[in-house]
């Protein structure tokens, strides 16, 4: 399993953005799919947007698309989430996850998993 640490939540305003970031302790990091995903209080954890190996296939949950974009930069060892036009329903703990043999939205898709980092859009 990989080690990683997400980065870069925080507080902001509806309609305002932040970056997410998360750092992989691996040497073959452009090996792993990666993948985001929000668990808010009181409900499942949900898949928000995932990338493959390569960055050049996304895939992205409904309720985001069109607001968010996950992007890699491989020779950082680092799968970052952009979110735009934030609102208040995309208050969450963010979790980064990996996996090096499966690209998908499950989360039995990946094996290794952060701590996850808090964004708070307030209503």
Do not use: H
């Amino acid at each position: 399993q990989v080690q990683l640490v997400e980065s870069g939540g925080g507080l902001v305003q509806a309609g305002g953005s932040l970056r997410l970031s998360c750092a992989a302790s691996t040497r073959t990091f452009s090996s792993y799919a990666m993948g985001w995903f929000r668990q808010a209080p009181g409900k499942e954890r949900e898949f928000v947007a995932g990338i493959n190996w390569s960055g050049d296939n996304t895939n992205y949950a409904g309720s985001v698309k069109g607001r968010f974009t996950i992007f890699r930069d491989n020779a950082k060892n680092t799968v970052f989430l952009e979110m735009n036009s934030l609102k208040p329903e995309d208050t969450a703990v963010y979790y980064c996850a990996a996996d090096p043999n499966r690209y998908g939205r499950e989360e039995d898709d990946f094996a290794s998993w952060g701590q996850g980092t808090q964004v708070t859009v307030p209503s």
